[in-house]
């Protein structure tokens, strides 16, 4: 079993990012899935019940952190929600662990069964209500572990979500082999599947200059196919922060939204 414990509690700032009252806690997950023990960041938005919310699961990018995502354009978005804010927790993936369970750790099993678990808890958080969404890598693992938990998420989103249509031209260390891309195609297992995502509200969105536009299109298309309820988006930009800090308000919106629906 994880061990964990609260290593940091941040009330109203973190490196001078102006959090509009939403608190910050750090935690650490002594975690015998992936070997190693990890951090991760939960924010509690400000105002409302301190119990009972539903929560937001978000997988960082490649080479990025648990704290990547705590920028000034988030924290404002989620106060513009008030009372519809959900609690939120980022966890750490590692370098480029692409959140699914593979030779060097079961990093999908660690974010359902140590992740989750310990922030509804830490949180006080309704585990009846959890959505997940992610951005490059993120949004990859995000439908990943979705499709391998049917029914286990009210809402999935992929901002920019790293799909590729063939293993080849998969980027290096995304996956073990070809094996574990096959185990792991998103775009295929819903090409396949007569009911992928069940009961889940869904969401991406990629930039008119982004490399993963052609293969995001089809995931969203053959989504559609299916009878599903994608909201896709092509927004001017490419494959960069820049990019996700300015669409933060449609991305908090629409696991809100999703969230009050479940």
């Not at 609260?6 to 009330?11: E, G, R």
């Not at 960041?41 to 705590?70: C, T, W, Y």
């Not at 300015?246 to 809100?256: E, K, T």
Request: glycine share 12%.
């Amino acid at each position: 079993m994880a061990v964990a414990s609260i290593a940091v509690v941040l009330a109203s700032a973190l490196r001078g990012v102006d959090t509009h009252g939403a608190r910050v806690i750090h935690f650490t997950i002594d975690s015998p899935l992936v070997y190693q023990m990890l951090t991760e960041a939960a924010v509690i938005p400000a105002g409302g019940s301190d119990a009972g919310r539903p929560l937001l699961v978000f997988l960082h990018g490649k080479g990025e952190n648990e704290d990547f995502n705590l920028s000034g354009q988030f924290f404002a978005a989620l106060a513009k929600l008030g009372s519809r804010a959900p609690d939120v927790v980022f966890p750490d993936g590692g370098e480029d662990s692409y959140w699914h369970d593979r030779k060097d750790g079961a990093w999908g099993r660690y974010v359902m069964d140590e992740v989750i678990p310990r922030a509804v808890r830490l949180l006080g958080a309704d585990p009846r209500r959890i959505a997940i969404g992610g951005l490059s890598m993120g949004g990859f693992g995000a439908y990943d572990l979705a499709r391998l938990n049917p029914g286990r998420f009210c809402a999935v989103g992929g901002d920019s979500p790293a799909l590729w249509l063939n293993g080849w031209e998969s980027a290096a260390g995304a996956f073990d082999n070809a094996e574990d891309f096959a185990r792991h195609d998103v775009i295929q297992a819903a090409t396949e599947s007569p009911t992928p995502y069940p009961g889940a509200r869904l969401w991406i969105d990629v930039g008119s200059e982004d490399p993963f536009r052609s293969a995001d299109t089809t995931f969203a298309q053959t989504l559609k196919s299916k009878g599903l309820p994608v909201e896709f988006h092509v927004w001017p930009g490419g494959h960069e922060t820049a990019y996700w800090n300015s669409h933060w308000g449609s991305y908090l919106d629409f696991y809100a939204s999703a969230l009050e629906h479940c």
